[in-house]
């Protein structure tokens, strides 16, 4: 089994080559504008679970997911082509709302600073 810094190195690969076929072969437009967020290959090397997001944000993620499935067995064999494995993991897309938290962790933080402001306003215009 390989150790875990070539099993990094086999999943770093694959996403920047899978990142370049986005955008400069593929033409399906489900899958046009979206981003590789992660790839996770199992220590087997039997299955790559590759994480994908889109700027417009979940309400893309049944077409996303779809055109890439649709479109596996393409990207599957050209990437086999790219990165040299004696036998190429299976690719499993999945969505990454990462992104989606993120912002609504962050839009919480906003109004929490927002009333922190209008107390400190209000208490000020009291005293």
């Known amino acids: 089994m390989p150790s875990e810094i070539r099993l990094q ?3 770093d690969r694959v996403k ?3 990142s370049e076929m ?3 072969e593929i033409s399906d437009p489900r899958v046009q504008q979206i981003y590789i967020t992660d790839v996770n290959i199992d220590r087997e090397l039997a299955y790559a679970n590759i994480y994908v997001s889109a700027i417009e944000g979940s309400e893309r993620a ?3 997911l779809s055109g890439l499935e649709s479109a596996s067995g393409f990207i599957r064999r050209a990437l086999s082509q790219r990165v040299k494995l004696r036998s190429f993991p299976h690719l499993r897309f999945h969505w990454d709302p990462t992104l989606e938290q993120a912002d609504r962790i962050e839009e ?3 109004s929490i600073r ?4 209008r107390r400190k306003t209000n208490n000020e215009k009291t005293d």
Do not use: G, P, S
């Open 9 to 11: 190195r086999i999943a």
């Open 62 to 64: 049944k077409e996303v």
């Open 22 to 24: 986005l955008i400069h």
């Open 114 to 117: 927002e009333d922190d402001e």
């Open 16 to 18: 920047r080559e899978l």
């Open 108 to 110: 919480i933080f906003a």
